[in-house]
């Protein structure tokens, strides 16, 4: 009778170390993948901001160069005549459809 106590409570030690060691495994699996889900979140986001970074950087520079450009009186007033159709005094505008 002492032997099958002492062997009931071995059992329900092992049982119950089992059942903690897989809820422990459980557990960090569960965290463990979830952090990787977050790693790949960010690195998707970090991906994307650098696409971002870059386009916005091309575009400064075109900026900078129109900057330049806006610098010359001949440039201004032929971007004028060009863009909202300001003519030089004697001059007439004729606008042609586009097809």
Excluded: C, H
Excluded at 29 to 47: H, L, N
Excluded at 87 to 96: A, T, V
Aim: hydrophobic share 40%; charged share 35%.
């Amino acid at each position: 009778m002492a032997k099958n106590k002492t062997k009931m409570k071995a059992r329900r030690r092992m049982l119950f170390l089992g059942l903690t060691s897989i809820a422990i495994i459980f557990v960090m699996t569960f965290t463990i993948g979830r952090y990787w889900v977050e790693i790949f979140d960010k690195y998707q986001e970090k991906k994307m901001l650098e696409e971002e970074l870059l386009s916005l950087k091309e575009k400064a520079e075109e900026l900078k160069v129109d900057a330049n450009k806006l610098q010359n009186p001949d440039y201004v007033a032929r971007y004028a005549r060009e863009k909202y159709l300001y003519s030089k005094e004697g001059e007439f505008i004729l606008q042609i459809p586009e097809e």
